[in-house]
């Protein structure tokens, strides 16, 4: 494949969804109740494809993104309700702080070996939730109300093809492979000349950033935050994402953030039920393909226009080996 | 006695006690950890139903205590092996990451389905053991915080020598030490890994109902917050020592009772977190833990 | 002064002493072969000199291209290997689900010249440092005869070209000090043949210092210039191979093994 080609790969995906996205405002521009499902969409496509550049492209296990989105929140909020600061100034005020409070959780543990960031990352996100019930200015355990309405459609949605777009170049470069060599195998990565360990910071601190700016995002768009959006299960719904999405998939995670938002709305009145299955969806696909549903390829052009030769050609024996239409990046 | 020592020796036997309890369940994920390298996720939910399964026995036994522990043990135990056999084998040889996700879902799965088909709610649970407190100087204590300590200093002992003196322990340690290595000697190493889920649950499952007699009311969450201390818990000490577990529950359990005693109450749940922030940054490899080193 | 400068290497591992007192000094251009037994201590030695483990005890000086001494004892894998030492695995160790060309571009990682920002911006640093790198990477896998395998993802290769995969992306890092580590492992005698003629060809190529640990004596014999005898971590015996073949405290480190193999 030229390297052009390539290079128009992300492009393209991103302009079909762009034009899927005006079809589906067109279409439910009338319905506030939609509007903000499509918002949470936006909001959380950001998510999904910031945790996936930690846990699917370079390796780490983090759990505590919402954590994250939680700081970036409080934040923002904070930003916009005290000091008055503009809307998008104060969004870049939440990602930076949840990009430096990832900074500090993750140089103690990304240099060391194991799966030490699980346990940290959850545990942090718990400080997170304790530091804000304890803090009565902003409004402590009963929520922080009257944030201004100012997120719309317009700034979920070029939020979120901005951090496609950070992203997919960044894990198309030389960073994002010495990214994917830690993933791989992170004593030969070294063997490289590749630094792991500020590999998984700068990987860890992106994911941060932009969980941050999802958080802004979403306090701005509900004029309220409050300690239990923020937790635990949250996080276990953005990991839900990219592990249906494929891990170290962009394009998995863009489809599967949608897919999900849409389907939990869905199942909002049976929420024991809807755990149930995902877990057991987490588990099925774990169990059956490790790599998550679309592994790491991605969907491309090519591929979604190639489907009906890939079905006549799957009929043949011995042809394609399965890769063929979804290439890697 | 001054009122401020007692008050002092007073947190000192409820850090026993919370302790003790973390202890019990940090064993299960340091040797769950040492032996297949995996933060086994489900561990605080399998010392949940094992506190579910002695609120039933408890009722079908008439409220004898000895009975419900060894039910309840018996049933997580049953529980920790089918995980091990069905979500964790067979993913043995693949990324960790894909055992951690599915240790995870395994996790949410064990609390929502508790949650569905028992009930979301607090359950009272039974008053398996009358409450009688015993006073000593200025200090007063139950006997439930005694008969706590005891359980679980027993069952810490009897791992030891099961550990320590037994063929299944010596097979433990090999096949922790190094798993191939093992097999070659004609240890089988899935039944040992079994094994180990099978003690590890049922020290949790241990600790579950002797939570369930302390504060008498469980409930389906009662599992992911004690889980996570216990795994910090197991960090401190170093995670896959044994002794490690059990000195890390106890200073976890110490900790938090200073903190509810001395500080504010809605800081207890941010100390476990702290105390790992600090051990990452000044010893990971915890107070008896020895660096594990990648073959290369 | 010469490239590689090993003094009194030694490490313990709880008490087991691994290795004990290994001295060794390589000129440039040098292709030298350590053997042993299995548990010899062959490749602790090289996780020493490439920052895997610290040694308890000893130096290992290496020249850089700038003619400075620097020693490699406490400092990373990563810097070592940008200091032009490269090594390949005994278990080959690949990034298994990438495809053979991202396996190699990743051994140019740290000559890139632009950040985390170019890549995020698309500055022209960025298209110029990919075209190299891309261009750098198709010429060695060509060299190599892998060419045409490179969007093939690196696990489904034969062992034989995984094994050439691993030593390109060695040479991709241009070091100027190479460890192979039972390069001929698995290999048949044919594949032994053209294994020893590449070794030869890529040090004159890539004007290398070569150090490698083998198992075929063949191999060593007919491409080292001079051999190291490893036993229980201790340095039995070195010389050139006709020595080695007839020191008696080999044959006996290998009970016979080197009167039927050599």
Known sequence: MTRTKSLLKVPVVMVALALLYLGLIAGFSHNPYYMQILNMAAINTIMAVSLNLINGFTGQFSIGHAGFMGVGAYVAAVCSVFYKIPYLVALLCGALAAAVVGLVVGIPTLRLKGDYLAIATLGFAEIIRVIIVNIQKVGGPRGFLGIPPYTNLLWTYLFAVGTVVVISNFVNSSPGRACLAVREDEVAAESMGVNATKYKVIAFVMGAFFAGLGGGLLVHLLSIAHPTMFTFLKSVDFLIMIVVGGQGSITGSVTAASFITVISEALRKFEVWRMLAYSLVLIMIMLTRPQGLLGGKELTWEGIVNVPGRLRRFRLPKVGGGRVGTTGH | MSSVLSTFLQQVINGLQLGSIYSLIALGYTMVYGIIRLINFAHGDIYMVGAYIGFFAAGFFGGSFFPTLLVAMAGASALGLTIERFAYRPLRYQPRIAALTTALGVSIFLENFVRQFVGPNYLPYPRIIKVTQIKVGD?????????????????????????????????????????????????????????????????????????????????????????????????????????????????????????????KSSYRDAIAFTILIIVLLVKPTGILGKPMSEKV | MALLDIKDLSINFGGLRAVTDFNLSMQEGELVGIIGPNGAGKTTVFNMLTGVYRPTKGEIFLKRRDDSIVNLVGKKPFTITQMGVARTFQNIRLFKDLTVLQNVKIAHHFSAKYGVGGAVLRTPAYFKEEQRIHDEALKLLRIFGLENRKDEISKNLPYGEQRRLELVRALATSPRLLLLDEPAAGMNPQEIKDLMEMIRWIRNEFQLTILLIEHHMEVVMNVCERILVLDYGLTIAQGCPEEIKTNPKVIEAYLGEVVEDA
Request: hydrophobic residues 55%; positive net charge; glycine residues 12%.
């Open chain 2, 139 to 263: 200090i007063q204590f139950s006997n439930i915080q005694l008969i706590v300590l005891a359980v679980a200093i027993c069952l810490m002992l009897g791992l030891t020598f099961l550990v320590n003196k037994t063929k299944l322990g010596k097979a433990m340690r090999a096949v922790s030490f190094d798993k191939d290595a093992a097999r070659l000697m004609g240890i089988n190493v899935d039944h040992v890994i079994s094994m180990t889920f099978l003690v590890g649950s049922s020290l949790a499952a241990a600790a579950g109902v002797l939570v369930g007699i302390t504060y008498p009311r469980i409930d389906p969450y009662m599992g992911i917050l004690p889980g996570l201390k216990a795994f910090v818990a197991a960090v401190l000490g170093g995670i896959g020592s044994i002794p490690g577990a059990a000195i890390g529950g106890m200073v976890m359990g110490m900790a938090e009772t200073m903190v509810l005693g001395y500080m």
